[in-house]
């Protein structure tokens, strides 16, 4: 058996991970051109399984499995493998694309604030929203421009302002299982038990802008990755949308949804953007 071997199975392992979790990403990984696919499962894979340490692990100690999973993933960096899958998928991604500790550290820092981290000042939401989701950004675009540092740094705050309205979004659309479950409101000086439709569209408004930045930067991605990208902003708007039309008292009483056959209502609205926006480049 070949490395190679290895090597396509901790990707897939990754992509089933982002497929079991995700139906609105994992489409949009699979609408990337193929050269993108992989290492943008594999991105997932790794934040993924972060993720879930610090919100799922109850019962065990998060705060040692988050810091051995740290160690790891630096030590799969340094060696250029791992015997944990995810990590050895994510260091093919990051070694080639290179996606460094400048970007990795931020994150790690946002998910050991998790482990203790109830509410947030507006630096610290801020910082928040940087290290767990606005990298995360980073990441997928160090893949997209393909080591083009002047791409990545003229498309840099688009990806970071879909990120930040990416995770806004699901900040929203959980904040009742965030707060029952975790104890969590990451807004800041939002009250749960107190949070109207005056806290509702000073957010909502806050991540319509995000969302502004970020279609800019879409329209400028290569021809490659912008279907993908462009399916989940579309999905995170209506997502949006669906939030504006719901009162806050909805919101605190249960997750809101877009059922699976408007995802692929918007799939096809999107691909035949996407097909205009070709044709007007010819």
Known sequence: MSMQLFDKTAIEISRKIALNYSTSFSLGIKLLGPAYRDPVFSIYGFVRV???????????DKERLL????AQTYQAL???????????????AANKYQIGHDLIEPFFKSMEEDLDTASHSNVSYSEYIYGSAEVVGLMCLKVFCNGSEEAYNSLKPSAQS??????????LRDMKSDFEDRGRVYFPSVDFSNFDDSDKAKIIQEIKVDFELAHKGIL?????????????????????????????????????????????????????????WQNAAL
């Not at 972060?50 to 065990?60: N, S």
């Not at 879909?162 to 900040?171: E, H, P, R, T, Y």
């Open 50 to 60: 972060a993720d879930e340490i610090v919100d799922t692990f109850l019962g065990h």
């Open 67 to 70: 810091r051995e999973f740290k």
């Open 78 to 92: 340094t060696d250029g493998i791992s015997t944990n899958p995810v990590l050895h998928a994510f260091q093919i």
């Open 162 to 171: 879909l990120g930040a309205a990416f995770q806004k979004v699901n900040f």
């Open 220 to 276: 400028r991605l290569p021809m490659g990755c912008r279907l993908g990208v462009y399916t989940a902003y579309v999905y995170y708007l209506k997502l949006l949308e669906k939030i504006e039309r719901c009162s806050a008292m909805e919101i605190r009483k249960g997750r809101i949804r877009i059922p699976n056959s408007q995802k692929l209502l918007l799939l096809a609205k999107s691909y035949v953007k996407e097909k205009r």
